[in-house]
Structure formats: C-alpha cells, structure tokens
C-alpha cells in the first residue's frame, strides 16, 4: 500500500488546513501522525476503515476531524483553530488489516506517507 499525502503549507494562528491523504490499497485503520523538531512521532487521529469510528488526541480534540471519501480511498484531516504549537510535519499512516487495534503506537503502522509541513506563524 502507498500513501500519497497533501495539502500542508503556512497559515496564521486560528486559521485552517486540510490534509489528504491517499491509500492504493486496503487498510484497516488510517491515522495521521506529526512530528515537530526535536521530538518524538505522536499520535493526533485515526479512522478504522470497516467502522468509521475516529480517535484524537486530547490535543487536538474539538478543532481537527478525520474524515475519509471511500470512493478515492482517501482520508482527510480538516484543521481548524490552529496554534503554533500545531506546528510539526504531519504523516498519514495506515495499519494492516487483521492487526493490533492499538491505534496510538506510530510502530504498528506498516504504512507510512511522506510527509507535510504544516506551519502555523503566531
């Protein structure tokens, strides 16, 4: 399976991205990731792809929603009332299917994308 994601870039505090993230193959759950300078990969949302059921981080709970398109076998992550503290890259991700449910340990994932930068300028 490949990932193609999109749609980062540099917006003030308060405004709003969306992210996509595409999938050529069959998932089980799709999540995204971010990584700001200096520290480690966390967990910021996931969709299993069979229920549709969705996690956030507390962090983020409230102002980002993941959503999918299953006809495009795209994800989406809309991200609203950014912070500067958002700031990271940002990754999608995918698990296998008939994998560990864990959904919040980036070494579970089989499947990464390559990679956004989302910049939020205080």
């Known amino acids: 399976v490949q990932l193609q994601a999109s749609g980062g870039g540099l917006v003030q505090a308060g405004g709003s991205l969306r992210l996509s993230c595409a999938a050529s193959?069959?998932?089980?759950?799709m999540g995204w990731f971010r990584q700001a300078p200096g520290q480690e990969r966390e967990f910021v949302a996931a969709?299993?792809?069979?229920?549709?059921?969705?996690h956030y981080a507390d962090s983020v709970k409230g102002r980002f929603t993941i959503s999918r398109e299953n006809a495009k076998n795209t994800v989406f992550l809309e991200m609203n009332s950014l912070k500067a503290e958002d700031t990271a890259v940002y990754y999608c991700?995918?698990?296998?299917?008939?994998?560990?449910?864990?959904?919040?340990?980036?070494?579970?994932?089989?499947?990464w994308g390559q990679g956004t930068l989302v910049t939020v300028s205080s």
């Open positions: 193959g069959r998932t089980y759950v």
């Open positions: 991700a995918a698990k296998r299917p008939f994998t560990s449910s864990d959904i919040y340990n980036p070494t579970l994932y089989a499947y």
């Open positions: 969709m299993f792809s069979g229920s549709g059921a969705t």
